[in-house]
Structure formats: C-alpha cells, structure tokens
C-alpha cells in the first residue's frame, strides 16, 4: 500500500462543529480582504525541521509503512486557514472566467477553465477540513489539522505530518478530497450533493479537461471556430442540481457545487469571527459585479 493510501486510510470521521470552533482561536490577522497570503505553509518556523526529520526516518525503511510525526506547530494552523482562503477567492475568479466564456460562447474552453476553479475551491475545502500537501525540497508533506476523532474541540491539541514523496497529480487530490467530504459532517451541506461528489470514480472530475488537454485532436462542442449559445449551457435552475456527468456542461456543474460548498463554511465561520466578515463583503461583491453571469445568483453569500 502507498503511503497515500495509508494517508487517506487514515482520515477519520470529522465534525464541523467541533473544527469550526477550533479555527476561531486561529483565524489570522488579515490586513486586507482578499489579499495573497504573507506566509506559506513551508515557511512557518518549525516546519522545515519537521520535514527533513520524516525524509530521514523514511529513508530508513526497506519498506517503509507511512512515517509519521504528531506535533503541535505554533503558526501552521493561521498558515492553512489563509491558504485555504485564499484559494477559495482563487476558485471564485476562476469559475467566474468559465462563466465569461460561456457568456461570449466559448463553451469548450469554458469547461476547462470551470475544472481548474472546481479544484481550487476543493483543495480550500480539504483546507478547511484540516488536509494539505505542501512541498518541501520537491517532496510531499501531508499534514491533518485534525487527525483523530474528539468529542470536544480542545481536544485537537496536535497535528500530524505524514512523508508522501512524490507530487501529488490532481486525480489524487480528488481522492483525498472524496475521502474527507465522506468522513466529515458538515451539517450546512447538502447530504445528496456530497454523496454524489464522494461515490463517482475520481478520474471523472477531470475528464472533459483532459480530453481538451491531453488529446490533440481532443475538443467538446461546435465552437472551435465559431460561438456557440445554447440557452441551457450551464443554465442550472439551483446549485443543488445537475450532478448529472453525462451532462455537456458536467465541469460547469462541478465547479458550482464544489464552490458551493466552500462559500458555505466560510459564511459559518464568519457567523463567528468579524475578521471573516471583509472576505464575505468581497466575496459577494464580486459575485455581484457580473462577474458571474451564469451563477451569480446561485453562489449569493446569504
């Protein structure tokens, strides 16, 4: 077994709840809403130390089981919040630009650049569940935020720190992101969505991007060198419909629901800290600027 399967086997059931209160006390100081994160995550004092003492006991196994450290890293937790954040503001602009293009009838490539969005906004959500994968010196950390089952959020007193190796590719990620959506409960998340985000096979996340990707003489609808307008292209009726991956539009559909669902724990968490408040105003002000022709409605901070 990989040590990415080992990593993934060890995702446990996790509480929005109990997560939630525990970013409260950890939520940086954000001078500016929207603003790029000053610190990464490989940069918080400690980290690096971390990171060379699991390569070196890695190194030391024929066959190595996943090596793991379990320590409590001063600064990590306000580190993955901000990137988390920040790569759900990422998401939002990138899904508005796929809605642009549908807008102007650039469908195809509109799909493309609606994946792209879609896995942003679910690496901030894996964020926000506790589960990154920072690189150090080309090698892959993964770190739990919060790696056991608690009854209380003071109990989340350590994090753990995994050795992965290699870059993770984006099908992967898909599958860490399946893993955690399914063993959290996040109680303003439509059951019915999540169960249909975590039981289709992973690679489908990706397949209309690919095909456009990685076929040469891969394209989707009839717009290579033409617009194309089709009335129902994206035109989805609630952000709780149209997981449907037979869909032409099935990228556009993804991208809306995984954003979605990202908007929703900030929006819960800022029901508790003001800090948060700036990043909803901007949120919902670029929401409504028309930048989202398509789902400006559907993604509204409420």
């Known amino acids: 077994m990989s040590s990415l399967s080992q990593c993934i086997d060890r995702l446990k059931r996790r509480r929005w709840e109990y997560i939630r209160s ?22 918080v004092v400690g980290f690096d130390a971390i990171a060379l003492r699991l390569i070196a006991a890695t190194k030391q196994k024929q066959v190595p089981p996943l090596t793991t450290i379990d320590e409590e890293l001063p600064g990590l937790r306000e580190a993955v919040f901000s990137e988390s954040l920040f790569l759900l503001h990422k998401a939002r602009h990138v899904v ?9 009838g650039i469908q195809t490539w509109a ?7 879609a896995f942003f906004a679910a690496k901030g959500i894996m964020g926000f569940l ?6 150090y010196n080309s090698k892959t950390i993964a770190i739990d935020l919060f790696p056991n089952p608690v009854t209380d959020a003071n109990k989340y007193s350590y994090c753990a720190f995994h050795f992965i190796g290699d870059r993770l590719d984006h099908r992967p990620v898909w ?16 059951k019915h969505i999540v169960n249909k985000l975590k039981s289709i096979e992973s690679k489908n996340f990706a397949k209309q991007r690919n095909h456009i990707h990685y076929r040469n003489n891969g394209w989707i609808l009839n717009d290579l ?16 419909d149209g997981l449907d991956f037979d869909r032409d539009d099935i990228s556009l559909s993804v991208a809306l629901s995984v954003l979605k669902l990202g908007l929703l724990l900030v929006q819960e968490l800022e029901k508790s800290s003001a800090k948060l408040t700036p990043e909803i105003k901007l949120l919902s002000g670029c929401i409504e600027k028309g930048r989202h022709p398509i789902f400006g409605e559907l993604l509204r901070c409420e």
């Open 130 to 135: 506790g589960v990154c994968f920072p690189e």
């Open 96 to 104: 508005g630009a796929a809605e642009l293009h549908v807008r102007d």
């Open 175 to 190: 599958e860490v992101f399946q893993r955690l959506i399914a063993v959290s409960v996040v109680d303003v998340w439509p």
């Open 22 to 43: 525990k970013w409260i006390g950890h939520i940086p100081y954000l001078a500016s809403a929207g603003d790029v994160p000053q610190n990464t995550i490989v940069e």
């Open 225 to 240: 060198n033409d617009f194309q307008f089709t009335e129902d292209f994206g035109g989805l009726n609630s952000w709780r």
């Open 111 to 117: 799909l493309a650049n609606a994946y792209q969005g």
